[in-house]
């Protein structure tokens, strides 16, 4: 998928604007993990919402990193089914050691929350 600015450039092809408040972190899963998560919600809030911007919030505390996309589109009238795109995307977080959730009231947000580092993995 890129950088978070080739997400922006692909977001205002379609006609959407893609917000950061925050950094993205200097870690290349997580960096990935946050950009494909972005370009996933740009979907979503076009094809389901029909927004026009979707916004990326990332805070740190207590080396967490809290990462909350939300859009401007139509809320969900009831809870979000996970499909093939959001199903995978939660396989990934999971095992880089994150957690996700998705809420659909009073609007859609995507909620990651990932480690200060990555999930050491052995063998």
Known sequence: MGTFEDVQIKASEIK???SLDG????NDVFEKLIVSAAGE???NCVHHAHGSQVNVKITEQNNFYKVVITNN???????IVEGGGLSAFRKSIESAGG???????????????????????YD
């Open 99 to 121: 957690e996700m959730y998705v809420s659909h009231s009073p609007a859609f947000s995507l909620i990651l929350n990932l480690p200060g580092k990555e999930k050491e993995l």
């Open 16 to 18: 959407v604007k893609l």
């Open 41 to 43: 919600c740009v979907t």
């Open 73 to 79: 589109g139509t809320a969900p009238k009831e809870k």
């Open 23 to 26: 950094y993205i972190l200097q």
